[in-house]
């Protein structure tokens, strides 16, 4: 009976993976540019944090 549950609780998953295009044989290139330009904007954001940290403690 446990078996049943599994299956069925796994047919959802999978037709919601098709319908969001994250299933197997989805175009994976968008997904790859976005997030290398969520790291380029978080490394913009932690060097403009740095940036700012050695100004303010700055010997003047």
């Given at each position: 009976m446990e078996g049943g549950m599994a299956t069925y609780e796994a047919f959802p998953r999978?037709?919601?993976?098709?319908a969001s295009g994250t299933g197997p044989g989805s175009d994976q290139s968008?997904?790859?540019a976005k997030d290398l330009l969520q790291?380029?904007?978080l490394l913009l954001?932690?060097?403009?944090?740095?940036?700012?940290r050695i100004y303010?403690?700055?010997?003047?």
């Open positions: 999978r037709r919601r993976q098709t968008g997904g790859i790291s380029l904007v954001l932690l060097a403009v944090v740095l940036a700012i303010v403690t700055a010997p003047i």
